[in-house]
């Protein structure tokens, strides 16, 4: 093989030239080249091993399905040969090989195909006892490329783009049909996958230049075209509904979203099935166009074609130009139909062979292709009687087509089997889908043309709402693909799968053993399942199966073509990390405080501040202290803040949670839960009144997104006089603790804060230091306290007056781990954690929050039937003995009764003000009675034995919410 | 009682980068960046003007109220007009914001109106950028599903949308630079969006402005 002289549109640079290696040898390549022609070019045939039975294997397609030349680049692995391009210093090994392409240790398993039959996976992992022989043994065997776990993260952009009219494919027909919907006014995005546009205008010529022009000059408009923009190199991987499309290039994926969408994707040239045909030096015809006009390689040397339409003679001419010996082009039909190829073909004295199919290769020492026997053939199978050896280092195979339909699948178009050009074709496109060429079953160029001409028109007229026209597309002449592309013969090694080394037995020994249907044959021999998903199998395997089964192809039907339908790198597919992250407007005061941040939901809250010198346990335990003792504050600006109004609030909140809202005094606040339709308490609060029609309340953290969400359905559907409004981002709140808490608040503030006036559980509203501000005395830590909630912008404000107005008290902050534990020491829940998805009050013991006897509120109907029903379990304190120094049960450890789980510990922590470990779990009703004793076991399966008592653990009398006489 | 301190959603993730703040509407604001450049405007540039003040009303007679007001709103939804001075947007069918030029008096109009059985106070402490230059778009193609170049500056549209992951109501904006967008979102995302926007816009050769730039370009 060897470079052949500048062709007019080939892709390579000769200006530059780069050295790289392959399996352990030096090479050289030019700008453009792809690794498979750069190793072609220099003479190497054998580019890679099969993937079950590690035969050679060489050139394919060129066309981005050559899987059986993959190779690793680095920490890059199973690129691909036949289009990735080379880069200078690129050091490549082909992968699935053991010892390299040239010595494969494994090629042995070649002779042992007989014993490794269709299904062989299935069959291996029938019997238990040999499980684990055969995983170890495929686990070992099977996989390819080396992946190494120390490749970085590699960033790739997210991008969305947008078009009148996407044009998948920049071949004749989608250059056609974007041209003519850019000329009628849309904006058009062209995308090819190829490396450049054009597609096989421009590499299946038949010697006739005329063909190429024609192409060039498509080509040279589009990229004028004001309207139109050309993606190469971009791989429309997946259709998605309302046209949206990813478009895959080599730094990122685009997501497109498009008016209409026209499919121009072509068709996948399809190997003839005979014995020996992967040997290296067998491939498609338009590969070895590919190699000729792309990159300029001369495929071989002497070439026998075999062929079944106009193509195959096109192609030998392409072939004669290049300076290769055509021996004979051998047509499997009965007649050769008439046509100027064919007479071009003969007038350049090249043997045509109507009747003839290539029987066998056969291949030299090294595996290659050295010689093919050619019989006639009827029907597939070859009359050995007229056997006749030709020795030739290239076979070229133009048989048929299969449509590139993987995305017009995905859109929903119902495709048939036109039994005249034997092949699937649109039959009924989704709204705004169009397609043209090939794909379209249409063939010769000037149709192509045309046809992309219609599709585009039409895509245009659809998305700008004209009424177009456009001229008819004339009928194709013959049919482009042969209904049995397949040579018997007795041994076999006749593949239809390149990927997974399936060859015609294997289809019928399926069938025999049952699996007749199309998606249980594709899973059982796993056909289409390799890394190229079909694209040169899946309509072969079909046409195989329906003649087993007597069924046509219309009949026999395809199997689901899933997105993506090629692969996509990972990196591709995550994108730049979007991943929302929500600040208190406190943050940066925290931070400075030295907070160590906790994610909660999409929020970061601070677990504690760090004192240098001290550990989290002491820290969070001095927190603790100066809640207790002094005056501390907390950020609880996560909480779901959510106001209300209208004349219809109160019957509004008296529907959703389960207390007497609409009792609720003015100026007074009170602790509230809701529920779902089954009952299960999904949320809590407190809610304030702040005026007769104005209600303001808070959610949990995590669950303010969900109740705003379902309050406003609600509402939607409801239909009562009120407005919901959600305030969790534009109100900052801290809550001011402490037996100090007063001293600190009250010469910032113009409210009194006498207990009289501001009494336990009420809300008001002032100003603190100027800032307009709601003040709600809550009693969540059990001491003294004031819920303070401002605008957002002055919630840094309001921190910094109050943490300084604190110095002389020894004011500082606590953090969400001292809260956790301040209000386990006083017995209050935290819904979620202390509950979980099938929790209904009165297993928490919150029967005093559930009014029954209201008209109606979300949840009422199944919690008077659980209201009726005996408790499964009851939600108890707990205590671990005093001085207990044993190993710590922690939440979600299971309390076990007799052997059995009899319920779990939800929360518990060592209590410096109790003097003891202190607990809530779920306990079975008959032990959560106070003084019962249970057991929990822990970590290392060891029990330690607990006691039930009264909640709460701290001031049970609530004396601190109580002004002192 | 002095006036308190209005504090910028942005300043935590700005403070390390600015060079120079001023006080605008109360609120410090950054008036330079360290090596901010104009020359940012020629490629993407972003700025934050949270201090300008806003507010909201909702409800079926929140336009009515803003009329008392003396306000302007816009015919149509997702759309946005300037009446005395102020930007007036009408997020989907009832919901309004309303954010004051520098020294407006339009948001201290429509605190100051009357409570109202059908109209209901919507406080706004948002997060507000712009986003200028010729390659603004490409930053949202790169960020945001929408195509923000069908949103016509000269007829008032907007759109409410997600953007890195964030809800936002962007609008188009005609100004001396040429077409700008101004884009809300909730203050307590504002850190991250803005950062994020940032590492985008410096990868495009892009950057950030602070209140002086953004001034004298008119923006």
């Known amino acids: 093989m060897s470079r052949l002289p500048q062709m007019p549109d080939e892709w390579v640079d000769r200006s530059k030239t780069l050295r790289f290696r392959f399996e352990g040898r030096d090479y050289v390549a030019f700008s453009g080249d792809a690794v498979s022609s ?82 062989f996976y299935y069959k291996a992992f029938y019997s238990k006892r040999w499980f684990p022989m055969w995983e170890r043994m495929f686990r070992a065997i099977t996989g390819l490329g080396r992946l190494d776990t120390n490749t970085p993260h590699i960033h790739t952009p997210k991008r969305y783009d947008f078009c009148d009219v996407l044009v998948i494919g920049a071949g004749p027909s989608g250059l056609s049909a974007a041209l003519a919907a850019a000329d009628a006014g849309a904006s058009v995005a062209l995308v090819d996958e190829n490396a450049r546009a054009g597609g096989s205008g421009l590499y299946q010529l038949g010697g006739d230049a005329a063909r190429r022009q024609a192409t060039r000059e498509l080509l040279a408009k589009a990229r004028q075209h004001e309207r139109i923009r050309i993606f190469e190199g971009t791989l429309a991987a997946a259709w998605y509904a309302d046209q949206w499309v990813p478009l895959v290039d080599a730094d990122k994926m685009t997501k497109m979203r498009a008016g ?41 040397r002497r070439v026998v074609v075999t062929t079944a339409n106009a193509d195959g003679y096109r192609l030998a001419l392409d072939l004669f130009d290049a300076g290769v010996q055509v021996l004979a082009v051998a047509d499997l039909r009965e007649a050769i139909p008439a046509c100027a190829a064919v007479d071009a073909v003969r007038a350049r004295g090249i043997d045509c062979l109507p009747g003839t199919g290539v029987y066998e290769a056969h291949a030299d020492g090294r595996g290659e292709l050295a010689a093919v026997t050619l019989c006639k053939v009827r029907d597939g199978v070859a ?63 000037d149709a192509r043309i045309a046809d992309g001409a219609r599709a585009g028109t039409a895509a245009a007229a659809h998305v700008l709402g004209k009424a177009l026209s456009a001229p008819p597309v004339p009928a194709e002449s013959e049919a482009p693909s042969h209904p049995w592309p397949v040579v018997a013969h007795p041994s076999a090694k006749n593949f239809v799968d390149f990927d997974e080394d399936l060859q015609v037995k294997d289809f019928e020994n399926a069938v025999q053993e049952g699996y007749d249907n199309i998606e249980l044959l594709k899973r059982f021999t796993t056909v289409g399942m390799g890394p190229s998903q079909g694209k040169h199998s899946n309509m072969t395997a079909l046409r195989i199966l329906g003649r087993l089964v007597g069924k046509s192809p219309q009949q026999v039907g395809t199997t689901t073509a899933r997105p993506f339908f090629h692969p996509v790198p990972m990196s591709h597919l995550a994108g730049r990390g979007f991943n929302p992250q929500r600040r208190s407007p406190l943050h940066g005061r925290h931070a400075a405080l030295g907070a160590v941040f906790m994610p909660a939901g999409a929020w970061e809250r601070p677990e504690y501040y760090v004192v240098a010198g001290k550990s989290r346990t002491d820290c969070i335990h001095d927190e603790v202290r100066r809640v207790r003792t002094k005056v501390a504050m907390i950020d609880v600006g996560t909480l779901g803040k959510i106001e209300i109004r209208g004349p219809q609030a109160a019957e509004f909140l008296n529907r959703v949670y389960t207390a007497r809202i609409d009792l609720l005094k003015l100026g007074g606040t009170r602790y509230a839960i ?157 819904v979620s954690q202390d509950t979980d998805g099938l929790t209904h009050p009165f297993e928490v013991s919150m029967d005093w929050a559930v009014k029954l006897d209201k008209p109606f509120f979300v949840g009422q109907r199944s919690l008077k039937i659980l209201k009726q029903m005996p408790l499964k379990r009851k939600l108890a304190g707990f205590r671990l003995p005093a001085g207990y120094s044993g190993q710590v049960p922690q939440e979600c450890h299971l309390v076990i009764v007799g052997g059995e789980i009899a319920g779990r510990v939800t929360s518990i922590y060592w209590s410096p003000n109790v003097g003891c470990h202190i607990g809530l779990a779920f306990l079975p009703p008959e032990l959560a009675t106070p003084g019962s004793r249970f057991e929990i076991r822990v970590t290392d399966g060891s029990m330690v034995a607990a006691e039930v008592c009264e909640t709460p653990f701290f001031d049970p009398e609530d004396l601190r919410q109580k002004e002192q006489s | 009682m002095s006036t308190p301190v209005r504090v910028s959603p942005l300043t935590d993730v700005q403070v390390a980068h600015a060079a120079r703040w001023v006080d605008l509407e109360d609120m410090p604001s950054v008036a330079a960046f360290a090596g901010e450049s104009e020359a940012h405007l020629a490629v993407v540039a972003i700025g934050d003007l949270s201090f300008r003040r806003r507010t909201g009303l909702k409800g079926p007679g ?52 009357p409570a109202a059985a059908d109209v209901y106070p919507v406080p706004r402490y948002d997060a507000a950028l712009v986003v200028a230059g010729p390659q603004a778009i490409d930053l949202f193609r790169q960020t945001c599903a929408v195509d923000m170049a069908t949103l016509d500056a000269a007829g008032g549209a907007l759109a409410l949308t997600s953007m890195v992951g964030v809800g936002v109501t962007v609008a188009a904006v005609m100004t001396p630079a040429g077409v700008s967008y101004r884009v809300w979102c909730d203050g307590t995302y504002g850190g991250y969006l803005w950062d994020t926007l940032c590492g985008v816009v410096q990868e495009m050769g892009g950057g950030w402005l602070g209140s002086e730039s953004l001034s004298r370009v008119g923006l």
């Open chain 1, 38 to 119: 750069a190793l072609w070019a220099s003479g190497v045939r054998t580019l890679g091993r099969s993937f079950k039975y590690h035969r050679p294997r060489g050139i394919l397609s060129m066309a981005n399905h050559d899987v059986n030349v993959m190779v690793q680049d680095g920490q890059r692995h199973n690129a691909r040969g036949d289009v990735v391009q080379v880069r200078d210093g690129m050091d490549l090994t082909a992968v699935n090989t053991w010892g390299g392409v040239a010595s494969d240790k494994v090629r042995f398993l070649d002779r042992l195909s007989p014993f490794l039959p269709v299904g």
């Open chain 1, 260 to 300: 209409a969408t026209v499919m121009a994707s072509g068709a996948f040239e399809q190997p003839t099935v005979f014995r020996n045909n992967d040997l290296p030096g067998v491939m498609l015809g338009s590969a070895m166009q590919r190699l000729i006009y792309r990159y300029a390689v001369q495929p071989a």
């Open chain 1, 383 to 445: 009359e050995t009687s007229t056997a006749r050896r030709i020795d030739c280092d290239g076979v070229a195979m133009s048989t048929g087509w299969a449509p590139a339909a993987n995305l017009l699948y995905q859109a929903g178009t119902k495709m048939r089997f036109d039994e005249r050009l034997q092949q699937f074709v649109p039959d009924a496109l989704p709204e705004a889908v169009f397609a043209c060429g090939r794909v379209n079953g249409v063939f010769g160029l």
């Open chain 1, 674 to 830: 809701m529920c779902d339709e089954s009952g299960v308490l999904t949320d809590e609060g407190v809610i304030a009144r702040l005026a007769d029609d104005v209600y303001y309340f808070t959610t949990t953290t995590s669950g303010a997104a969900n109740v705003y969400r379902e309050m406003s359905r609600l509402n939607a559907e409801w239909r009562l006089q009120c407005g919901i409004i959600n305030l969790t981002g534009a109100y900052s709140s801290v809550n001011l603790a402490g037996p100090d808490c007063r001293k600190v608040l009250g010469p910032l503030t113009d409210l009194d804060l006498s207990a009289a006036a501001f009494p336990y559980l009420a809300v008001r509203q002032g100003s603190i230091a100027g800032i307009p501000a709601r003040l709600m005395r809550v009693g969540f830590v059990g001491e003294w306290g004031y819920e303070i909630h401002v605008p957002a912008e002055y919630g840094p404000t309001l921190w910094d007056t109050l943490m300084k107005a604190g110095e002389p008290y020894g004011i500082g902050p606590f953090g969400v781990e001292a809260q956790r534990l301040l209000r386990l020491e006083k017995g209050h829940l935290i």
């Open chain 2, 62 to 113: 929140a336009a009515a109220a803003l009329a008392d007001a003396g306000l302007a709103t816009p015919a149509r939804a997702n759309s946005w007009c300037r009446s005395e001075g102020a930007l007036v947007a009408r997020l989907g069918l009832t919901e309004y914001l309303v954010e004051d030029s520098a020294g407006g008096t339009a948001v201290s109009r429509v605190l100051a109106l």
